[in-house]
C-alpha cells in the first residue's frame, strides 16, 4: 500500500520557472514532511522538512506547502536552475519515536535552458 | 561532515548465493537503515537498528536479514539471493528524530 503519493513522475521546467511536485498523503499519524534531493550516482540528501504546525517553510528557492485538512505537501522550486536537474523525493514520517520513513516514488525533475 | 559509505559501489552475485552489504557511519549515530531502490517505486525500507544489536523490520523484511555488532557497522544479508533482490541499496544513518545520512549507494545485480 502506497501511504504517500508523489506526483508527476518527470518533469521538465525552463530555466527560470518555478518547479512544483505533489504529495499526498494518507496517515494522519504522520508528523514530519522531508523533501530529498538525489544526483545520479549519489544518495538522497535532505532537502528541506517541515513540521504540520506550519503551513509554509522556505528555505532559499525551496518552499514547502503544508495543507494538513487537505493531506498534502508540495514542494516548489523558484527560479529553478540547471543545477536542480535531480529527483526529489517527498517522504513522511510520524508517531513520536517512530523512525520510520515512508517515500514518494520520486520526480525526476530536468530544467532546461 | 558526516560520512556514510557503502562497501561496494557495483556488486555482481549469483541466485542462491549468500551476499552480504556492509554500511558504516563516522558520526555516531544510533540509527541505521537499509533501503532498496527501485524505479517507479521510490525508496522502500528493508531494516532499521536503533542501536547496536537492535534491529526491527521495515516494509519489506523479506529475504533479507541485518547484523549490528557495532555502533557504526550495519550489515545487510540476502541468505539467498534471487534476481528479484536486484537492486540499488541505499544505507542511511542518523540521530534520533533528525535528518537521515544517506550512502552512495550499491548497485546489486544477480544473475
Known amino acids: 500500500q502506497q501511504q504517500v503519493k508523489q506526483s508527476p513522475q518527470s518533469l521538465i521546467v525552463q530555466k527560470g520557472g518555478i518547479s512544483i511536485i505533489n504529495c499526498a498523503y494518507e496517515n494522519t499519524a504522520f508528523d514530519y514532511f522531508p523533501w530529498y534531493q538525489q544526483f545520479p550516482g549519489k544518495g538522497p540528501a535532505l532537502l528541506i522538512a517541515?513540521?504540520?504546525?506550519?503551513s509554509e517553510k522556505k528555505e532559499g528557492r525551496f518552499t514547502i506547502s503544508f495543507n494538513k485538512s487537505a493531506k498534502q505537501f508540495s514542494l516548489h522550486i523558484m527560479d529553478s536552475q540547471p543545477g536542480d536537474s535531480a529527483t526529489y523525493f517527498c517522504?513522511?514520517?510520524?508517531?513520536?519515536?517512530?523512525?520510520?520513513?515512508?517515500f514518494g516514488t520520486g520526480t525526476r525533475l530536468t530544467i532546461i535552458p | 561532515d558526516v560520512k556514510v559509505t557503502q562497501s561496494s559501489r557495483y556488486l555482481v552475485k549469483r541466485t542462491g548465493e549468500k551476499v552480504f552489504l556492509e554500511c558504516v557511519q563516522d558520526m555516531d549515530h544510533e540509527n541505521m537503515f537499509w533501503y532498496r531502490q527501485d524505479p517507479g517505486l521510490g525508496l522502500r525500507l528493508i531494516y532499521f537498528s536503533y542501536d547496536v544489536k537492535m534491529k526491527e523490520k521495515g516494509d519489506i523484511p523479506e529475504g533479507y536479514s541485518v547484523s549490528r555488532e557495532k555502533k557504526e557497522r550495519f550489515s545487510l544479508i540476502l541468505e539467498s539471493a534471487s534476481t528479484n533482490q536486484t537492486s540499488m541499496y541505499l544505507c542511511a544513518s542518523s540521530f534520533p528524530r533528525s535528518k537521515q545520512f544517506f550512502g552512495p549507494g550499491t548497485r546489486l545485480t544477480v544473475l
Open positions: 517541515i513540521r504540520p504546525d506550519v
Open positions: 517522504a513522511a514520517s510520524g508517531d513520536f519515536g517512530n523512525e520510520k520513513l515512508t
